[in-house]
């Protein structure tokens, strides 16, 4: 009798987990078919597609003596020169610092690496090897009522890549990318999408031989619009998607932890 009573323990505690195993998968095929994590994996993917952006941090901002720390990707696919002097390219790989000043100001400051490839008009490319690269800037939350905020910004990037020789001729580069943002987003709670504009310049500052030569991004595409969104991935970790229309064609993503 004790070991029938102990046979028959053991069967129900199997019914109990093939049960609790079951009602687990529910759950995960629940989460992997939600209409949040397909928009998740859709935004992840469209990383790797051609999409327009500019690193404007979005509008989330460190409160008062905290940190945002993250690792950025920004690809610059094209951007126009004036005069005809081509177009640039770049890839640019950033770890990413802000600090609150305020809970309405924060610092922005950025280390990393990045190449240029310049395409003059009728010429070859000219490939510059990834070397250092930083920036810095800051951002002003000037309204945050309820779930919706709005924030005035400005960021400078400079790339420094490796110098090259072509045919024996020496070519030094170096490109200054400045940008004043206004953004605007509300928070959905699972995704924050926002949306603004920007002035931008992207200069090519390039030496030939030591003689130095200042080509300015072209003018006449200065002013782009913003989109892009934070995703919550928990309470302290989020990604941060952003497109960029008209002045560019360029991507930026982001990986941000707050501490």
């Given amino acids: 009798m004790q070991y029938m009573s102990v046979k028959k323990l053991q069967t129900q505690n199997l019914k109990q987990r093939e049960r609790f195993y079951f009602f687990a ?13 397909l ?19 979005g509008t989330k901002l460190p ?43 924060s610092i922005d400051l950025k ?29 002003v939350k000037f309204y945050d009522q309820g779930n919706t905020k709005m924030v005035f910004g400005f960021q400078h990037i400079s790339i420094h890549p490796h110098t090259i020789s072509v045919e024996g001729v020496k070519h030094k580069a170096v490109s200054d990318d400045w940008q004043f943002s206004l953004l605007a987003s509300y928070d959905f709670k699972k995704i924050t999408p926002y949306i603004g504009t920007r002035w931008s310049r992207y200069d090519y500052i390039h030496w030939i031989n ?17 989109v892009g969104c934070d ?12 497109g960029q229309f008209f002045d560019s064609e360029a991507l930026t993503g982001s990986m941000n932890y707050s501490f």
């Fill in 25 to 37: 998968k529910l759950e995960m095929l629940k989460i992997e078919t939600s209409p949040f994590f």
């Fill in 39 to 57: 928009l998740v994996t859709i935004l992840i993917l469209s990383l790797f597609s051609v999409v327009h952006a500019a690193p404007c941090y």
């Fill in 63 to 105: 409160q008062k003596f905290k940190i945002f720390m993250g690792i950025q990707s920004y690809s610059v696919f094209k951007r126009y020169l004036e005069n005809g002097n081509g177009k640039l390219r770049s890839q640019q790989e950033f770890l990413l610092l802000s600090y609150g000043v305020l809970d309405w100001l």
């Fill in 111 to 139: 280390g990393g690496s990045g190449y240029i490839k310049q395409h003059p008009s009728g010429s070859d490319e000219l490939d510059y090897l990834a070397f250092l690269g930083g920036g810095y800037g800051f951002r």
């Fill in 210 to 226: 030591g003689d130095r030569k200042l080509e300015k991004s072209d003018l006449g595409r200065s002013v782009g619009l913003i």
């Fill in 231 to 242: 995703l919550p991935i928990s309470e302290k970790f989020w990604l941060n998607f952003e």
